[in-house]
């Protein structure tokens, strides 16, 4: 497969949140705004990359019976090293991002993504695999967030669209994130994975 | 090249070097970043201080009341601008929030007036409803909104709780329990800063304890200001 083809099968034929189906407790948890998801898809997806490239690199050192805990010693420790750093030089971006970042150790993409692409194959293709994973990701928890900040309070990345008091809260509690997911996942396999 | 096969020796190598390496190097991260980290959180809490209270040019040591009614501490900076105190800006957490605690630095000048507020995390009110709290109480009663602020008041003279229990807060829209935690906050932040009972913001089941604490407080002013 092509450095591109393996992007793009991320992104549409293997979207974690729509396809695979995996990660959904950040994504249930995080996107009850756009901009809530979208961060949340970002700092996933650097971890993904980075996680990924490593696993590919020292995968063929790893015995089999021991893999499983050396890949989530390797991704909890890119996770915390994010962490410090956006703390350190970023505080900002900490801020807003800060309560997501521990969740991403938890998040089954990362260490599904290890097990499933970058045990298997070298640096480059699990880095790629990386960024179209991180990016379907992103999209998915963008679109979703959007939709439940737009049902739920009419503004979509916090600009008002529509009057003030527009919208059903439900979208933006619990249930609405199943509702709009289970929306959006039937579309998007309609659309692209018939 | 082959993996290596699944013996005692390599899964015990493989492991303890991978740990060690992950280890050294979080260790050296840690060792770098703790600096900028401590300035970063300094320099935050200097900033929110510096929003809520009256301008001011020195910060005294913050001070630390363990219990400030509900069994969080609450953390006061009194401001002083030529020597003189100004005002004081209390850090308290209440845990009344609808998704558990909420941390509100408030901002009093010498008489009790709430001079300005800062939400320092509501991460866990709902967004678009709760989460409009480090706004919505900003303002004082513009847009139509009456009774919306709460700058410029005073908890010890005004009730600040919301209209719904009969006091004089608008509360958010549809996020009447994120309002009351923000009275509660305004209520601890008061009782810590005066040492008196404020607890007029408190529901009736955190008034005993919000008297009790401000008593202890009350005396710890007291020997504060007889050393001096």
Same mark, same amino acid.
């Given at each position: 497969?092509?450095?591109?083809?393996?992007?793009?099968?991320?992104?549409?034929?293997?979207?974690?949140?729509f396809?695979?189906?995996l990660g959904?407790?950040?994504?249930? =948890?995080?996107t009850? /705004? &756009?901009?809530? !998801?979208?961060?949340? *898809? %970002?700092?996933?997806?650097?971890? @993904?990359?980075?996680?990924n490239?490593?696993?590919?690199a020292?995968?063929?050192?790893?015995?089999?019976?021991?893999?499983?805990?050396?890949?989530?010693?390797?991704?909890?420790?890119?996770?915390?090293?994010?962490?410090?750093?956006?703390?350190?030089?970023?505080?900002e971006?900490?801020?807003?991002?800060?309560?997501?970042?521990?969740?991403?150790?938890?998040?089954?993409?990362?260490?599904?993504?290890?097990?499933?692409f970058a045990?298997?194959? =070298?640096?480059?293709? /699990? &880095?790629?695999? !990386?960024?179209?994973? *991180? %990016?379907?990701?992103t999209?998915? @928890?963008?679109?979703?967030?959007a939709?439940?900040?737009?049902?739920?309070?009419?503004?979509?990345?916090g600009?008002?669209?529509?009057?003030?008091?527009?919208?059903?809260?439900?979208?933006?509690?619990?249930?609405?994130?199943?509702?709009?997911?289970?929306?959006?996942?039937?579309?998007?396999?309609?659309?692209?994975?018939? | 090249?082959?993996?290596?096969?699944?013996?005692?020796?390599?899964?015990?190598?493989?492991?303890?070097?991978?740990?060690?390496?992950?280890?050294?190097?979080?260790?050296?991260?840690?060792?770098?970043?703790?600096?900028?980290?401590?300035?970063?959180?300094?320099?935050?809490?200097?900033?929110?201080?510096?929003?809520?209270?009256?301008?001011?040019?020195?910060?005294?040591?913050?001070?630390?009341?363990?219990?400030?009614?509900?069994?969080?501490?609450?953390?006061?900076?009194?401001?002083?601008?030529?020597?003189?105190?100004v005002?004081?800006?209390?850090?308290?957490?209440?845990?009344?929030g609808?998704?558990?605690?909420?941390?509100?630095?408030?901002?009093?000048?010498?008489?009790?007036?709430?001079?300005?507020?800062?939400?320092?995390?509501?991460?866990?009110?709902?967004?678009?409803?709760?989460?409009?709290?480090?706004?919505?109480?900003?303002?004082?009663?513009?847009?139509?909104?009456?009774?919306?602020?709460?700058i410029?008041?005073?908890?010890?003279?005004?009730?600040?709780?919301v209209?719904?229990?009969?006091?004089?807060?608008?509360?958010?829209?549809?996020?009447?329990?994120?309002?009351?935690?923000?009275?509660?906050?305004?209520?601890?932040?008061?009782?810590?800063?005066?040492?008196?009972?404020?607890?007029?913001?408190?529901?009736?089941?955190?008034?005993?304890?919000?008297?009790?604490?401000?008593?202890?407080?009350?005396?710890?002013?007291?020997?504060?200001?007889?050393?001096?």
């Open positions: 497969m092509s450095k591109l083809g393996i992007i793009i099968n991320g992104l549409i034929k293997e979207n974690p949140t396809v695979l189906l959904m407790c950040p994504t249930l =948890g995080t009850s /705004s &756009a901009l809530n !998801g979208m961060s949340m *898809g %970002l700092a996933t997806m650097v971890v @993904l990359i980075l996680a490239m490593v696993i590919a020292i995968a063929r050192f790893i015995p089999d019976k021991v893999h499983i805990p050396c890949y989530i010693v390797v991704i909890a420790g890119f996770v915390t090293l994010v962490q410090l750093l956006l703390k350190a030089y970023l505080p971006i900490d801020k807003s991002l800060g309560i997501f970042i521990p969740l991403i150790v938890v998040n089954c993409i990362v260490l599904g993504r290890a097990e499933a045990a298997k194959n =070298g640096v480059i293709d /699990s &880095a790629c695999d !990386g960024i179209g994973i *991180g %990016l379907g990701f999209i998915a @928890l963008t679109i979703l967030g939709c439940r900040e737009f049902l739920g309070t009419g503004a979509i990345f600009f008002g669209i529509m009057p003030e008091n527009y919208g059903a809260l439900t979208f933006v509690l619990a249930p609405g994130a199943f509702i709009t997911l289970a929306y959006l996942s039937a579309i998007f396999n309609k659309l692209f994975n018939k | 090249m082959a993996k290596l096969e699944n013996s005692l020796k390599n899964m015990f190598l493989s492991l303890t070097i991978i740990t060690v390496v992950v280890g050294a190097l979080l260790g050296a991260v840690a060792y770098i970043t703790s600096e900028p980290i401590a300035a970063a959180t300094a320099a935050a809490q200097k900033d929110a201080i510096k929003a809520v209270t009256p301008a001011f040019d020195t910060v005294s040591e913050p001070w630390v009341v363990e219990d400030s009614g509900n069994g969080l501490p609450a953390t006061i900076f009194a401001v002083s601008k030529d020597g003189k105190q005002g004081s800006a209390v850090e308290v957490v209440t845990k009344k609808f998704g558990g605690k909420v941390k509100v630095m408030m901002g009093f000048d010498m008489e009790g007036n709430i001079t300005g507020y800062n939400v320092l995390d509501c991460s866990n009110e709902t967004p678009g409803l709760g989460a409009k709290m480090p706004d919505w109480f900003q303002g004082q009663g513009e847009n139509g909104k009456p009774g919306t602020g709460v410029g008041k005073n908890p010890g003279k005004s009730n600040l709780t209209t719904k229990d009969g006091g004089e807060v608008d509360a958010i829209t549809a996020a009447t329990i994120s309002t009351r935690a923000f009275c509660d906050a305004i209520a601890l932040a008061y009782a810590a800063f005066t040492g008196t009972d404020a607890s007029t913001g408190a529901s009736s089941a955190a008034k005993d304890a919000v008297e009790e604490a401000a008593e202890t407080v009350g005396d710890m002013v007291d020997a504060i200001q007889s050393e001096e």
